[in-house]
């Protein structure tokens, strides 16, 4: 198959489409500057054990959870090309911001270090006398943290209003919107998909992650356009309403092929795990969660693994065959609060 998409469903040869890719395609991000802060590729394996646990299913496991850069999980991949992007344009300082429990804005602040460049976070909400582990992270980083005191919807615009004044100061600011959700972030999860396709992760896979700012997945889609290759995508949307997370992600999918010069691929699917809302765990993510532990020793945060985990336990249910790659996104500040005795698959 060739680098550049031309992205075809059907009208191929069964056999060929089945097959597991015995190279790696071209990296369709080689190109881009990129500072190397995880241990890629993350390991993919087969989860045999909770494939029994839940009666069926043929269930791979993409660990970006030991991606091995602080708790950064997932995030670990578009901050490799922000950062990069920041120092390589001359920047001194990047900004961005989050919810005062988001991954991102720890792994934003960790990657800023490492990088040798300064970070200012912008945090929604008022003051916490008592900071989750994602703050201490990000002030033991030594990031400069402004807790906003509005709400977290508003602060890609403050987040911009802050680079804009720096630079009137005399910095160079890089602006980094909510969870890198831009096409440079993107191409961390545009490189995934080439890392997964040299893994031999087969054409008839399914894959499923969580979706928070989209970076991933819009990064994810985008990468298997440019490689060629037919996975189905399914992104779990943990947090905005199901059509706007679906045009945002089709835009910042196309911004991210725009980069690649590569033709837009046809949308990922996008499913709704917005309800009951963020941070509120349902019955079923406890029990899947803990079943996943108990079962391979594996641990998933409440915020985005205990859902993404659901829809894969949904698929199972419904007697999906093919290949699903569960995508490990991370999560682990938070990953101890769900773990229950009570279990059922
Ligand atoms: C653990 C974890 N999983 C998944 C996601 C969602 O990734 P994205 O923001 O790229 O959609 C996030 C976002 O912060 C995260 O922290």
Not at 118 to 127: F, M, R
Not at 138 to 150: N, P, Q
Not at 197 to 224: C, E, M, Y
Request: hydrophobic share 40%; with cysteine; proline share 6%.
């Amino acid at each position: 198959m060739g680098q550049h998409p031309r992205h075809q469903h059907g009208g191929r040869d069964d056999r060929r489409r089945h097959r597991a890719r015995e190279h790696a395609p071209v990296n369709p991000t080689d190109h881009f500057p990129r500072l190397s802060l995880g241990h890629f590729p993350t390991p993919i394996r087969r989860l045999h054990h909770l494939e029994q646990a839940l009666g069926g299913g043929h269930l791979l496991l993409k660990r970006d959870d030991l991606a091995g850069f602080a708790l950064a999980g997932n995030k670990t991949r578009p901050l490799e090309f922000l950062i990069a992007d920041a120092t390589s344009t001359g920047c001194d300082v990047v900004v961005g911001g989050g919810a005062p429990k988001s991954n991102f804005i720890a792994a934003l602040a960790a990657a800023a270090s490492v990088g040798g460049i300064a970070c200012e976070l912008l945090i929604s909400g008022a003051a916490l006398v008592d900071p989750p582990p994602t703050l201490r992270l990000a002030e033991a980083s030594g990031a400069r943290l402004t807790f906003t005191g509005g709400d977290r919807e508003h602060l890609d615009e403050e987040i911009d209003a802050r680079a804009s004044a720096l630079n009137r100061d005399g910095h160079h600011a890089y602006a980094v919107p909510r969870g890198g959700a831009c096409a440079v972030g993107a191409l961390g999860f545009a490189s995934g998909a080439s890392e997964i396709a040299g893994q031999g992760v087969p054409d008839n896979a399914t894959i499923v992650l969580a979706v928070g700012s989209g970076s991933s997945v819009a990064g994810l889609n985008a990468g298997r356009g440019a490689i060629g290759a037919n996975w189905q995508i399914i992104g779990v949307s943990v947090s905005r309403p199901l059509e706007e997370m679906r045009r945002h992600v089709t835009t910042l999918t196309r911004a991210c092929t725009q980069l690649l010069e590569v033709a837009a691929p046809s949308d990922a699917v996008i499913v709704d795990a917005s309800v009951p809302g963020m941070g509120t765990t349902t019955d079923a993510e406890r029990m899947i969660v803990s079943l996943a532990y108990e079962s391979e020793g594996l641990l998933f945060d409440p915020s985005y693994g205990a859902k993404a985990l659901v829809e894969v336990q949904r698929l199972v249910r419904t007697g999906f065959e093919r290949p699903i790659v569960l995508w490990h996104t991370g999560g682990l500040p938070s990953a101890l609060s769900l773990l229950t005795t009570e279990k059922g698959a």
